[in-house]
């Protein structure tokens, strides 16, 4: 048997004094794969009440936390809420922004003649519902008074309201663009007299600058980033922030991820402009769900799943409203949002909005040629868990090591054993068949530097089973 040379950390080869030296050596310690902990972070507006400063990450446990920290309403309170109900065990973090300089968006219920009978007046703002009963003869003043107070009492609600002759005002709590998507939809009992008018949320202007916020968090490591803000710019500098912390030399991989409740027409433009295998823009078009829950209750769903590797078909997104019908995308649509980096979802059963799968917006290479490589988002998340997996046993098993001959076989062999590892739980395969492939040898332009090459076989998620039935008569 080869004699091993060993090498002590703390017992020094100068002792002279009799007596028996023992030190702990832990490098050997763990040869298991890593948890695959899925640390989030929510990039979005506070209020001025909020008790927690903007630009300072912040640990959220819960809605009430989310509340105090960044005022109830704003939109960080909203996304958290709709995280922790699609995944109550999220592993949370919010980097919240201040408004910028622009304006609130508005919309305006108007009331119509007094009530000739009773009734109900029924609101929708987004996916909350707001209702307030009305008297027989109650004026339109009267009703709209009443309607603007049933708002107000709802402190969780992303607007506030005002009543002046009939007219009830709602008035985005942040500033900026995202209100301008808020639906609003009211009814009001037939029959009875009166009616209401909805004209929608507009004029929110200029959104903050996600990059302060991104700078803040540049040194640490969140495998999902989820932003409210769905326009171009915005997403360019997540998606450059995403590129910049998951290269070779930072390695803290994320995923960012935003929502479209629109058109299809809107949403392909949006994904195939950012082309990231980094960023993923679910779509649910017509729903009261504002892009912003959606958002943060897809990425909560992803955060969910602890196999990198498997796919996230038909899981539901608790809270989320089913569109109506008609809205729905139809298999056409589906299949078109699919080919262009958009992830479409659909309503399955209950009425649960559910993933169809879970796409990047990566639709072409460098050269503009069709690219699938980085399709499926759980490709890239594979890739990540792989490099972390070989990178921590190379670094718990050789911290302080010397690089002679003997060097490279023992790098191979603890690669080898966590790709071995990776494939039997299915999240590698073929390593047998790959193993020659697996190289590593020494620079030839720096002696205290090793490469290693990794060839990685993802398992794929299975999709699309085809089938032909033979008919025999």
Do not use: W
Not at 217 to 236: F, G, I, K
Not at 337 to 348: E, T, Y
């Amino acid at each position: 048997m080869p004699s091993e040379n060993i090498s002590f950390d703390n017992i020094p080869s100068t002792i002279r004094k009799p007596g028996a030296y023992f030190e702990f050596n832990t490098t050997l310690a763990v040869s298991s794969l890593p948890a695959n902990v899925q640390p989030t972070l929510i990039v979005a507006q506070r209020l001025a009440a909020g008790t927690v400063a903007a630009l300072l990450p912040t640990r959220v446990y819960s809605s009430a936390d989310a509340a105090t920290y960044f005022g109830r309403g704003s939109l960080v309170h909203r996304m958290v809420m709709a995280a922790l109900k699609a995944n109550p065990y999220l592993d949370l973090t919010v980097c919240a922004l201040d408004d910028g300089a622009g304006a609130a968006a508005t919309g305006t219920i108007t009331i119509a003649n007094a009530a000739t009978g009773s009734g109900v007046l029924s609101l929708f703002i987004g996916n909350e519902k707001v209702e307030v009963a009305i008297a027989n003869g109650a004026a339109v003043a009267a009703i709209a008074t009443a309607l603007a107070a049933a708002v107000n009492n709802l402190a969780d609600l992303p607007v506030t309201a005002a009543a002046a002759l009939g007219v009830v005002t709602l008035t985005a709590r942040n500033k900026g663009t995202v209100a301008n998507q808020l639906d609003l939809e009211a009814t009001i009992t037939p029959g009875i007299g009166s009616t209401v008018a909805v004209v929608a949320m507009s004029g929110g202007t200029i959104d903050p600058d996600i990059q302060d916020a991104l700078d803040k968090v540049y040194a640490s490591q969140y495998s999902l980033v989820v932003t409210p803000y769905n326009d171009a710019t915005s997403l360019a500098t997540l998606r450059d922030h995403l590129d910049a912390v998951s290269g070779a030399i930072e390695q803290r991989p994320g995923v960012g991820y935003y929502a479209i409740d629109t058109s299809l027409a809107s949403a392909i433009t949006l994904a195939t402009g950012i082309n990231s295998g980094r960023m993923v823009g679910p779509l649910l078009r017509g729903t009261r769900s504002p892009s912003y829950e959606i958002a943060a209750a897809f990425a909560a769903v992803r955060a969910s799943e602890s196999d990198p590797a498997r796919p996230l078909n038909y899981l539901p997104l608790k809270g989320i409203a089913a569109p109506a019908e008609a809205q729905r995308l139809t298999r056409q649509e589906q299949e078109s949002a699919l080919a262009n980096g958009v992830a479409p979802l659909q309503v399955g059963p209950g009425q649960q909005v559910q993933i169809v799968r879970a796409i990047t917006t990566y639709v072409e290479n460098l050269a503009g040629v069709p690219d699938i490589s980085l399709l499926d988002v759980t490709t890239i998340d594979t890739l990540d868990y792989t490099r972390r997996a070989v990178r921590e046993r190379l670094l718990l098993r050789f911290p302080r090591a010397k690089l002679s001959t003997k060097t490279p076989p023992r790098v191979r062999t603890e690669v080898l054993d966590v790709l071995n590892r990776l494939d039997r739980l299915e999240i590698l395969e073929n390593v047998a068949a790959n193993r020659s492939g697996v190289i590593v040898e020494r620079d030839e332009q720096d002696p205290n530097r090793l490469n290693i090459r990794i060839p990685a076989d993802v398992v794929n998620g299975l999709h699309v089973i085809a089938g032909r039935i033979d008919l025999i008569l």
